[in-house]
């Protein structure tokens, strides 16, 4: 059974910098594409970011150039590093995991970016 915990979250000004963590318990964690979802209040799950076992990554637009995800196969952790945040970035953040016949996510942790 695949768990994994999300931690990093808070408040956070606009402008400012914050880094998600994912601790995954998976032993199929070296192949799985690992991800990076964000829904805000009154909205769809969104996908964030995405990073595969070799490494490639994916970003949505309203995010590219401001974060990165990152990944310690050793350690199995998921990164996601948020720079210059905004407004619209606020949302509750989750780590997913997919491979064959998997699609975990965890609980969550929360992002708000006030002033």
């Known amino acids: 059974q695949v768990q994994l915990v999300e931690s990093g979250g808070g408040l956070v000004q606009p402008g400012g910098s914050l880094r998600l963590s994912c601790a995954a318990s998976?032993?199929?964690?070296?192949?799985?594409?690992m991800g990076w979802y964000r829904q805000a209040p009154g909205k769809e799950r969104d996908l964030v970011a995405t990073?595969?076992?070799?490494?490639?990554?994916d970003y949505a637009d309203s995010v590219k150039g401001r974060f990165t995800i990152s990944r310690d196969n050793a350690k199995k952790m998921v990164y996601l590093q948020m720079n210059s945040l905004k407004l619209e970035d606020t949302a509750l953040y989750y780590c997913?995991?997919?491979?064959?016949?998997?699609?975990?996510w965890g609980k969550g942790t929360l992002v708000t970016v006030s002033s």
């Open positions: 997913n995991l997919r491979w064959i016949g998997i699609n975990d």
């Open positions: 998976a032993s199929i964690f070296r192949l799985a594409i």
């Open positions: 990073i595969s076992g070799g490494g490639d990554t």
